[in-house]
């Protein structure tokens, strides 16, 4: 992956986002929803692979779902997921999805985050049939995206002179 031709202002900014596309069963709304730790008692499932990702606390928020913040410092979700079909996230659809979306955005969170990012790509990876991507290009292992995080990190505070997940942090334009 090539590091110096990305634009770490829009990675500050909107986000690190890796794509899990689905090798074989394309997963439906309820079956995704378990990954909250329960079933959705208006959608049935297909499959209890999600289950197996309760560990991580993904709550739904609204259509979506996040992993919520705990703290005061920085946005209210750390981690967001999306379905996705057709390259695009998708909102009050029941699937089935091409793939998932976990987005982790640098400037609005405490740099400690990138531990969490990193567990949570690590066990949807492990635990589903699924090609992680980042930018189009398939994802050997989590280190090229930790080199990504660590230079966004430092483009954080080097060129917008703010600390991640910091109410200046929160306040900057975009």
Same mark, same amino acid.
Request: proline share 5%; hydrophobic share 35%; glycine share 6%.
């Given at each position: 992956?090539?590091?110096?031709?990305?634009?770490?202002?829009?990675?500050?900014?909107?986000?690190?986002?890796?794509?899990?596309?689905?090798?074989?069963?394309?997963?439906?709304?309820?079956?995704?929803?378990?990954?909250?730790?329960?079933?959705?008692?208006?959608?049935?499932?297909?499959?209890?692979?999600?289950?197996?990702?309760?560990?991580?606390?993904?709550?739904?928020?609204?259509?979506?779902?996040?992993?919520?913040?705990?703290?005061?410092?920085?946005?209210?979700?750390?981690?967001?997921?999306?379905?996705?079909?057709?390259?695009?996230?998708?909102?009050?659809?029941?699937?089935?999805?091409?793939?998932?979306?976990?987005?982790?955005?640098?400037?609005? @969170?405490?740099?400690?985050?990138?531990?969490?990012?990193? =567990? &949570?790509?690590?066990?949807?990876?492990?635990? #589903?049939? *699924?090609? %992680?991507?980042?930018?189009?290009?398939?994802?050997? @292992?989590?280190?090229?995206?930790?080199?990504?995080?660590? =230079? &966004?990190?430092?483009?954080?505070?080097?060129? #917008?002179? *703010?600390? %991640?997940?910091?109410?200046?942090?929160?306040?900057?334009?975009?």
């Amino acid at each position: 992956m090539e590091i110096q031709n990305l634009n770490f202002e829009v990675l500050a900014h909107e986000g690190i986002r890796i794509d899990f596309e689905f090798n074989s069963d394309k997963p439906t709304f309820g079956d995704l929803f378990l990954i909250v730790g329960f079933e959705n008692p208006n959608q049935p499932h297909n499959s209890r692979e999600f289950e197996k990702l309760a560990e991580l606390e993904f709550e739904q928020v609204d259509d979506y779902f996040g992993i919520r913040n705990k703290t005061e410092v920085g946005d209210d979700v750390k981690i967001w997921l999306f379905p996705i079909i057709n390259g695009e996230e998708v909102y009050h659809n029941q699937g089935p999805f091409d793939a998932i979306r976990i987005t982790y955005r640098v400037l609005g @969170n405490d740099p400690k985050t990138a531990k969490m990012f990193e =567990k &949570t790509f690590h066990l949807i990876n492990s635990n #589903l049939d *699924v090609t %992680p991507t980042f930018e189009g290009k398939r994802i050997e @292992n989590f280190g090229e995206i930790n080199e990504i995080i660590i =230079k &966004t990190i430092q483009y954080c505070k080097e060129e #917008l002179k *703010v600390e %991640p997940g910091s109410e200046e942090a929160l306040q900057l334009d975009w």
